[in-house]
């Protein structure tokens, strides 16, 4: 009888892998359904890199680009599935937030690269996310601003936004296949449309007051 517990044990790692794949290429298909349904109403269009790899989308929401896809990302010892989505900017501006003591802190030996790459920590009170820029002066103003604050308030289930090069990157772990279907993702983009629209106006306005004092 010992000498099948081996296999018996092995079986059963088999059959629970098995189901989680099965699990997972079903939601995957019912994502890529979503995403086709959600590329109709943005004039846009879902893909995949192959039938068992998460979908993607691209397409236009209020007159922006917009992108809709799945990121992996490695912290410490885990690994967690991140939707991303990443809209149109108008705005010089760059900074990178990272939700506080969540998945996206990073490693201490990516920290070096991170600032050289993205800036070094920026002190803003109030807010549910550290702050990094390479124009330190310019971020700490900006993510003062109280319509700010507000905003950025209401983005708590995000793990990182990125205002980079003329796109706003957000990205939140991802919950489940309702996340991905098109009513959700509409008041998803709605609210980063909400928070660009927020960026471009102060953006704007410190060139004005920059422009005026020179």
Known sequence: MISYIPLTFFGIIAA???GFFVHGFVNRQKIFAAFNELASLLSGAAGRSAIWAYPYL???YEGRPVKIFFHTAENHTVSVLNLVVEMGVATPDKVLLLQKNGFRDPKPDQKAKLEEEVGPAVPVPGIPFDVRSKDTARAAVLMR????VREIGTMTSYNQILLWDGSLIVSKQFEGVSETLP?????TLASILSLAKRFEELGQGMEKI???SA
Do not use: H
């Open 58 to 60: 691209s397409g236009t």
């Open 145 to 148: 601003a109280p319509d700010l």
């Open 183 to 187: 009513e959700a993702m509409m008041a």
């Open 16 to 18: 629970v892998g098995l």
């Open 210 to 212: 920059g422009a005026q």
